[in-house]
């Protein structure tokens, strides 16, 4: 029997925004962003394993936004070490890892492994200006220094999926809730479930689809739009910071998510042409600031604060039809619309549980672990995943002991040797018929 544990090694990273509401989505103006590179990333520093690619890391990240849509960096180098004060912009895109204080400041209370601090027009929501400030000296919950690398060195963090993740951030772009997608608050330390951790090295498709809403591409794209509205009492409620995303049929690749706003509206763009199944859940707690945000603007609504509800397909099959929107409304009626009592919120593999990804590879069989709230009660037929590609075998179902924490169990699947790259979703049902998603739960990246 494996040894399990729950790995709290994967640090947040942060998008460093003024504080007000963002109900409008901020983006840069120009197709071109003149990026510096801080001198500080040339010279050893104490937080990167010696001897690191940090200037091929760098270009790599910027090259994996460029290439999926229409904006070109033009990278040069700079003598300036510290980001812009947060009141006053210097027009400088500045990527540094020096020690300055101005940069110490941002992981003072929080830690992470790099912020972004954005700079933008409130009027127009146009950025004027973005920062990223690696961590200089990142360390772990213990206290124990951490350095980046770009080797896959165990116990390090992959300073590549960092910079990938921040320079989203710079684009504009705000954390995804896909699990495997690079846009992710969290990033797991190389060794996580014992295998290096370089899957948000390569962006996921929701993180193409999100790029791609703000900046368009050259492939023929269609829009999902709608609204989720809570029928309580005969009246109908939007439902705010509920999660949409939609997987493609037949493969059940997640392929764009995005979050309603305080009305319940949603619009996902850039979405390639073809046919999905949307679903929506309600995100537990404030799991990332848009949430926190859009929650703390409620708390100044004297509507009250969006009700939990159940995870739920809204729509079996939308068809995406290029140049064209697809209406997508719909509302959440009892018993979808009580508290969640199936909340499966950690995954893992070879022992180990995390909120990172669970990286497979085509044609080979893997040992998941879930965690959370009621997972005990799903029955092994209650496991599928989102894909055809994937199977699970019902009869590998395992409750695994492990006292004093909410429920894991494990069970077996099999990855087809044809499985396309993508990222998939785990479906859980209890026995009494309750549904939730590990969203993007396992990915199956090309390069990785
Ligand atoms: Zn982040």
Redo the contacts with the bound molecule.
Sequence with gaps: MALLAFVVSSLP???DLPAAPQERQIKWPTKTIQIALSTSLLSPSPGIKADSDVVGAVQRALNSWSTITNIAFVVSSSKTQSISPSHSGDGINLITVAPASENLALFGEAKSTARTRVFYDTETGEITEADIAINPYPYSDDGTPIQFSTDGTFGTYDLESTLA?EIG?LLGLN?SHVIAATMQ?SQGLNGTYGLPALTGRTLGDADIAAARNLYGSREKAGTIEGRILDSIDGNLLPANAAHVWIEDLPAGRVIASTLTTANGRFIINGVPPGSYRALAEYLDGPADEAVALTAAAMDHDSRARQRAFRSVEIRSRVRVIPDKVTALNYVLVPPQNSPPTLNPRFIGTNGELSTVPVPARAGTKLTIYVSGEGVDQVPGTGLVMSSPFITVDPASLTLQQFPGSTPVISFDVTVAPNAPPGDYSIRLQSNSGETAYLVGGITLRSKS
């Design positions: 990273s942060s998008f993740h951030h954390h608050a």
